[in-house]
C-alpha cells in the first residue's frame, strides 16, 4: 500500500508556542490529505481536508485562525498549531487517498504525532 | 450525534477462538464500509472493506458482513492470534467515493495465549 509519514512522532512545547507538523505522502502524489485528532478512547475525529493549492475545508467547530493548513505540493501538508494551549494536547494523524487507485479506497494514515502541551 | 458506532469498547477473546466486532450505523446513505486496525501511538491500518451492494467480503482470516436493512456490520477474525491484539476502528464513507470517512469510537481487541 502506499506511505504516508509524520513529522515529529512526538513534540513537547510550551503553553503558547506553536507547533508544525509535517505530513507526507512516500511513494503518491495526493491531491487531498486529511487531519484527524484522536483524544484517548476516542475516535478519529476529522478536523480538516487539505486541497492542493487550494485553502483547507474545515469541520465545523474546528478553529481555522488557530489550526493553521498548508498543502504546497502534491506530497507535503502540514498543520501549525498556533498558540498551544494544554487543551490542545492530542494525537494528530493525517492521511491521503491514493489517487491512482481511484473510486472507494482506503485513506492511507500516516503514524501520528503526539503533541503535549506544558 | 454519533453516526458509526461501536458500542462495545473491549473485547477479550482467546487464542484460536473467533473474535466477533460489531458495527451500527445510522446513515443509509454510507455506501462503502471499512475496518481499520490500530496500535497505540501509530496511525490505523486498513484491513478490509465492504461495498453495501455486498453482504460479504473475506480475506483470509478476516471476514467483514453487513447487513444493510439493520445498519450492521460485522468483523469476524478466526482464529484469533495474540498479534491481532489491538483497536479496531469501523469506519464509513460519507459522500461518496471522494467524500470523508466517519470512524466509530473502536473496540479493543485482547486476544489471550
Known amino acids: 500500500g502506499a506511505v504516508v509519514s509524520q513529522h515529529p512522532s512526538r513534540v513537547i512545547c510550551k503553553s503558547g508556542t506553536s507547533v508544525k507538523i509535517e505530513c507526507r505522502s512516500l511513494?503518491?502524489?495526493?491531491?487531498?490529505m486529511f487531519w484527524y485528532r484522536q483524544f484517548p478512547k476516542q475516535s478519529l475525529m476529522l478536523m480538516a481536508t487539505?486541497?492542493?493549492?487550494?485553502?483547507?475545508?474545515?469541520e465545523q467547530g474546528v478553529e481555522k485562525d488557530k489550526f493553521l493548513i498548508n498543502h504546497a505540493s502534491l506530497t507535503l501538508s502540514t498543520l501549525t498549531v498556533t498558540s498551544a494551549h494544554p487543551e490542545d494536547s492530542s494525537f494528530y494523524i493525517c492521511?491521503?487517498?491514493?489517487?491512482?487507485?481511484?473510486?472507494?479506497?482506503?485513506?492511507?494514515f500516516g503514524p501520528g504525532t503526539r503533541l503535549t502541551v506544558l | 450525534d454519533q453516526q458509526v458506532k461501536q458500542n462495545s469498547p473491549s473485547l477479550s477473546v482467546q487464542e484460536g477462538r473467533i473474535s466477533i466486532l460489531n458495527c451500527d450505523y445510522t446513515?443509509?446513505?454510507?455506501?462503502?464500509f471499512l475496518w481499520y486496525k490500530k496500535y497505540p501511538a501509530e496511525g490505523p491500518t486498513f484491513l478490509i472493506s465492504?461495498?453495501?451492494?455486498?453482504d460479504k467480503n473475506e480475506d483470509g482470516r478476516f471476514t467483514v458482513f453487513l447487513n444493510k436493512s439493520a445498519k450492521h456490520l460485522s468483523l469476524h477474525i478466526v482464529p484469533s492470534q495474540p498479534g491481532d491484539s489491538a483497536v479496531y476502528f469501523c469506519?464509513?464513507?460519507?459522500?461518496?467515493?471522494?467524500?470523508?470517512?466517519?470512524f466509530g469510537k473502536g473496540t479493543k481487541l485482547s486476544v489471550k495465549p
Open positions: 465492504i461495498s453495501s451492494i455486498k
Open positions: 511513494d503518491f502524489q495526493a491531491t487531498t
Open positions: 446513515n443509509s446513505m454510507f455506501d462503502y
Open positions: 492521511s491521503a487517498r491514493d489517487p491512482r487507485l481511484g473510486g472507494y479506497n482506503e485513506q492511507f
Open positions: 469506519a464509513a464513507y460519507y459522500g461518496g467515493s471522494q467524500g470523508n470517512l466517519i
Open positions: 487539505s486541497n492542493e493549492g487550494s485553502k483547507a475545508t474545515y
